[in-house]
């Protein structure tokens, strides 16, 4: 089983950034797929990014490219997720996901454990 914590969320400005993290116990993180997803106010939960449980490939909603960066740390039980140049269309609750396939995955129902999620408020 895995459990999963996210945290850095906050409010900031438009143009900032914020690295999220999320923190998992248990021993198969290291063979787990990683995503991000997100849910904006009065809005339904949507991908944002995922890695593989090596590292080296990873996928971004459209939304997010070039902003955005997935990554992972093994030895910690760690993934992340850099947000930079942060819009208001970025505010939501983010949640980090885990399937495990171990693959890249886009879609909520292939992944198989959640966190608790962590706000995002960009002002402008």
């Known amino acids: 089983q895995v459990q999963l914590v996210e945290s850095g969320g906050g409010l900031v400005q438009a143009g900032d950034s914020l690295r999220l993290s999320c923190a998992a116990s248990?021993?198969?993180?290291?063979?787990?797929?990683m995503g991000w997803f997100r849910q904006p106010p009065g809005k339904e939960r949507e991908f944002v990014a995922a890695?593989?449980?090596?590292?080296?490939?990873?996928d971004y909603a459209d939304s997010v490219k070039g902003r955005f960066t997935i990554s992972r740390d093994n030895a910690k039980n760690t993934a992340y997720l850099q947000m930079n140049s942060l819009k208001p269309e970025d505010t939501a609750v983010y949640y980090c996901?885990?399937?495990?396939?171990?693959?890249?995955?886009?879609?909520?129902?292939?992944?198989?454990?959640w966190g608790q999620g962590t706000q995002v408020t960009v002002s402008s």
């Open positions: 996901a885990a399937n495990l396939g171990g693959g890249i995955a886009t879609r909520i129902g292939w992944y198989d454990y």
């Open positions: 248990g021993r198969t993180f290291s063979n787990s797929g």
């Open positions: 890695i593989t449980w090596s590292g080296r490939s990873t």
